[in-house]
């Protein structure tokens, strides 16, 4: 995959806030823009990118091995998202295929932060760019670390700087 | 409320299918079209009428009394939708007031059906007329006799033609 | 793509209410339930099945060789929908994948219907069928006979039975 | 307005990240979740949000005697997003009264900034912010300056200490 972003990287500036060395490599999922999510201006629904990262956030997990369901089912241990961000760059049309390219820019304790990209996966044209902020909760919303277990998903090694036991 | 009915009653025939009577009386509730609602086509995208039912749908308990929201939680009653239908009129547009109309066309022991109305609330034109059926169901998802208390709320008195002891 | 449907059809009873002969094949498409597309009884939003149709009716048409988008671009050919129904029989749950199975089952010179299953893809379980009935229009909203040259897409030839000439 | 905005005000401190003065002050429009926006977890789905914040717009604008519809229609000026954030500080859930306050933070010759606070309306509890920031385009998404006529509506005289005449 290293090489593929490689490629891509070098055809756009990436957005400089959401550069947080080190950070874990992107992950990809291709989806096809729905009819239900373009409005009356003939474009995607500012909205919908949030479902977009959702689904890039589910599918990097996926891929690396974690059931998000399971986490919560399993362990009582849900990402609640504290934080959303989101910069619309070029319009997204019925039918385009989109690439969400999603990564793990930081892993505390308690909180994780997802940085992603949408791009046309056609054309390599980069949509929209974004940050998500996650609180680990149990199912009554109290805040909790997340369990040992599921820390590799989240690289926790891949930020050794920040350290694991002082809180953001 | 029922004076104000008669009026908008008398501008249009409604849709002979969904005549079934005894029925309850129709209880309103107004919407206005989200920009979030509409497609490409510029118009309310379909499947979101079936989400503007479940605003008349609840709205039509909390008229007559009835918490949904507490029928969930303290009796685990919740109302499976087991089959939903819309026939689409003319289209709604973004920002068109909406007039959702909606009324309990029968009710057993285990099933309710609604009947629904949607109407344009400046020029009462009738925009789209739909039904839903629902099961009874604890929380889960076996099927349960409404508990007494909550089926006045749904005119188990209005349909005595339809016996509460055999089932649908 | 007959023998894996074959081997799916094994395994339940189709819904009688949707089989009207003659009809098309089943066209296919898998998606995974998003966590957006869930509701606070833990299953899919009954809404979001048709949803679910459209992305079907949007994959029949391509595996046929039809570009949706190019049909309403340069043929000013939309197809709105009249009338639309689902029958919900088990619930979908987050991240489940799903095998949406998309047919014609009646087309005329301006109304053409979709019948639709929608199954468990693992499992095989049957959660959903449904139906959506649409008629041919131009961006304006006024009916049109759908031009001759889609009219291959839409199985005309495979419902003989069915005069073009007259009007349903 | 204003008293009941400063008996809000009083109960809670404004989030700090979003005061720019000048400002317009906040408009208020009040909406219940529905279930449809609620997710597995039981609360509403973080991506809603910026449906109200589109809610809260429209409505803001609506009080203030402009009707976007129209804007776009006539004037063929739409507000596309070009960022969107939101912080959630405490869930919403099904059937929650939500106040949402809206007013404009920023407005210049093309770019216009909203600012919004979501609270439950009972409660007064602040459950969320947000911010905004919108380019005016033409309907085939090239940026354009905000005709003449519209300024008033987006507080252009409120904000004397930004230029019209340069561009952010």
Known sequence: MRTRLNQATARYSPPSATILLPMSEFIDTVVRVRYA?????????????FVYFEIGRVEYLRQRGLDYRQMELEDDSFTVVAEAKCRYRRPAKFDDPLRIRTRVTS????????????????TAELL??????????DSNGRPKALPEKYRRFFDYDASPSTSNLKED
């Open 128 to 137: 929209a760019t974004g940050e998500t902020i996650h609180v680990v909760c």
């Open 107 to 122: 892993a505390r304790r308690r909180t994780i932060t997802f940085g992603y990209e949408i791009l046309h996966d056609e």
């Open 37 to 49: 999510e373009t409005d009356k201006m003939g474009i995607v629904y500012y909205a919908n990118y």
